[in-house]
């Protein structure tokens, strides 16, 4: 049972390149999430998507695009990459977030922009 | 804004110590409290839930005041295999169906 598997694992873009962040689950969650992770802080919401077909912004959306291909697939774009964009990010899935159930995160993407 | 808070660690305690976090939250609505806990910038793992009368897991207790909006957690008998930060979340609808992380207190058990 893979969980969420998030891709890649480490990536080192230039100012103005763009790339996509890839994130799929397997568990049949309906909600999804990316987060961003600054040392000093803690995980800060991207985008969201409560089930297929639906997407909204988060705390810190500027800068990012969202996908949710499927109820299995939820990936990040960053268009043009700054360096402010420079963070951890973290994918998220979980079946119903109004229960007390966990939420369950991929392994990460340390993301740096030059 | 700042709408979960917790102490700024770190913590440094020997192996067998007692240790307590505490967290504030901002949101009074806010009805689900969880500890996770993260281990060297890997992806953070639920250590437990909070509910409104305490609860146990092993040497782990998770305590909420919802009339001061605080939730605790107090390690016992500390080992090394506790050094993590540990993240105070608090559901929060703000923004749909959220989730709010606080930036986590830092732990290291020492021999």
Known sequence: NAGVTQTPKFQVLKTG?????QCAQDM????MYWYRQDPGMGLRLIYYSASEGTTDKGEVPNGYNVSRL???????????????QTSVYFCASIMDPATNEKLFFGSGTQLSVL | RKEVEQDPGPFNVPEGATV??????SNSASQSFFWYRQ??????????????????????????????QYI????????????????????DWGYGQNFVFGPGTRLSVLP
Do not use: W
Request: hydrophobic share 30%; charged share 25%; aromatic share 8%.
């Open chain 1, 17 to 21: 390149q763009s790339m996509t962040l």
């Open chain 1, 28 to 31: 049949n969650h309906n909600s």
């Open chain 1, 70 to 84: 499927n109820k299995r697939e939820f990936s990040l774009r960053l268009e043009s990459a700054a360096p402010s």
């Open chain 2, 20 to 25: 307590a976090f505490n967290c504030t939250y």
């Open chain 2, 39 to 68: 281990d060297c910038r890997k992806e953070p793992k639920l250590l437990m839930s909070v509910y409104s009368s305490g609860n146990e897991d092993g040497r782990f207790t998770a305590q909420l005041n919802r009339a001061s």
């Open chain 2, 72 to 91: 605790s957690l107090l390690i016992r008998d500390s080992k090394l295999s506790d050094s993590a930060t540990y993240l105070c979340v608090v559901e």
